[in-house]
Nanobody
Framework: QVQLVESGGGSVQTGGSLRLSCAVS????????MAWFRQAPGKEREGVAA????????YYAGSVNGRFTISQDAAKSTLWLQMNSLKPEDTAMYYC?????????????????????WGQGTQVTVSS
């Protein structure tokens, strides 16, 4: 059973940076994709960045491409999201997510239905 615990959220001003971490525990041998999602009040959960654990190939939403970087350590025990040039519209609860090899294959990589394991979230607030 894989568990995900996010950390690193906080409050920053426009243009600032934050680095989110997701600690991964449990058996990771069958993880396929890992991703970061965010959800602002009153809005749907939005895929921000993902990577295929076997190849570390990254995928980004257009709204964050060039500003955010997703990465993982070699042991797949930690997933990071480096967020630079933050904007007020980046304010949201950020969630770490993972999909297992037999789950969610038909869904797009940044769609929440592709993922079956979720963390509790960490809040990011960007003030102008």
């Amino acid at each position: 059973q894989v568990q995900l615990v996010e950390s690193g959220g906080g409050s920053v001003q426009t243009g600032g940076s934050l680095r989110l971490s997701c600690a991964v525990s449990g058996s990771t041998y069958n993880l396929d994709f890992m991703a970061w999602f965010r959800q602002a009040p009153g809005k749907e959960r939005e895929g921000v960045a993902a990577l295929r654990t076997a190849t570390t190939t990254p995928y980004y939403a257009g709204s964050v491409n060039g500003r955010f970087t997703i990465s993982q350590d070699a042991a797949k025990s930690t997933l990071w999201l480096q967020m630079n040039s933050l904007k007020p519209e980046d304010t949201a609860m950020y969630y770490c997510a993972a999909s297992t090899l037999t789950y969610g294959g038909a869904w797009p990589i940044l769609h929440p239905r592709k993922y079956n394991i979720w963390g509790q979230g960490t809040q990011v607030t960007v003030s102008s």
